[in-house]
T-cell receptor
Framework: DTGVSQDPRHKITKRGQNVTFRCDPI?????LYWYRQTLGQGPEFLTY????????KSRLLSDRFSAERPKGSFSTLEIQRTEQGDSAMYLC????????????FGSGTRLTVV | KNEVEQSPQNLTAQEGEFITINCSYS?????LHWLQQHPGGGIVSLFM???GKKKHGRLIATINIQEKHSSLHITASHPRDSAVYIC?????????????FGEGTQLTVNP
């Protein structure tokens, strides 16, 4: 287990297209988080899962955004009808409610909407 | 919601200097994270601490829970330390919950 993996690393898409990102957390971590980071800012919380249940969604997560974690392992974040304002780094992190390796981040997916 | 403030926002140092970055938060917490982010985006967790001091190589993190304040120190700074350093605290006061982040401190170490 090499940590949290995100795919793709970079995505360039035209405005109006749909995009989907994937996150594979550390296998023993039951919590998975999505954050968004714009240039010069700290990350902002989007949503998180405990196992397969989505426990919290930020108001930043408009109805164009949807996240799933169907089997409590990997997660996907989909953005429909992308807008230029969606351009950001999308970060995934995982943690365990029972301690262990602590809070671990992926390398992020950088989305550019043109 | 926990508010997190970092200072300074930008810091330029000469190689070998001792660096201090400060973080203050508004609501009591069980643990605080210091993170490092290099150009290209990936975030690396440096420390998670709930009391006292932790040391890893040239990096030292301290926290004063009563004063709601933490510091990150870098001894004998090196150009490869140039990065954004981010302080983060749990939003719900538990170590496994979502994090609220400071805006980061951009550190540049010149040779």
């Amino acid at each position: 287990d090499t940590g949290v993996s995100q795919d793709p690393r970079h995505k360039i898409t035209k405005r109006g297209q749909n995009v989907t990102f994937r996150c594979d957390p550390i296998s023993e971590h039951n919590r998975l988080y999505w954050y968004r980071q714009t240039l010069g800012q700290g990350p902002e919380f989007l949503t998180y899962f405990q196992n397969e249940a989505q426990l919290e969604k930020s108001r930043l997560l408009s109805d164009r955004f949807s996240a799933e974690r169907p089997k409590g392992s990997f997660s996907t974040l989909e953005i429909q009808r992308t807008e230029q304002g969606d351009s950001a780094m999308y970060l995934c992190a995982s943690s365990s409610t029972t301690g262990g390796r602590g809070y671990t981040f992926g390398s992020g997916t950088r989305l550019t909407v043109v | 919601k926990n508010e997190v403030e970092q200072s300074p926002q930008n810091l330029t140092a000469q190689e070998g200097e001792f660096i201090t970055i400060n973080c203050s938060y508004s609501v009591g917490i069980s643990a605080l994270h210091w993170l490092q982010q290099h150009p290209g985006g990936g975030i690396v967790s440096l420390f998670m601490l709930s009391s006292g001091k932790k040391k890893h190589g040239r990096l030292i993190a301290t926290i004063n829970i009563q004063e709601k304040h933490s510091s990150l120190h870098i001894t004998a700074s090196h150009p490869r330390d140039s990065a954004v350093y981010i302080c983060a605290v749990p939003s719900e006061g538990t170590s496994g919950s979502r994090l609220t982040f400071g805006e980061g401190t951009q550190l540049t170490v010149n040779p």
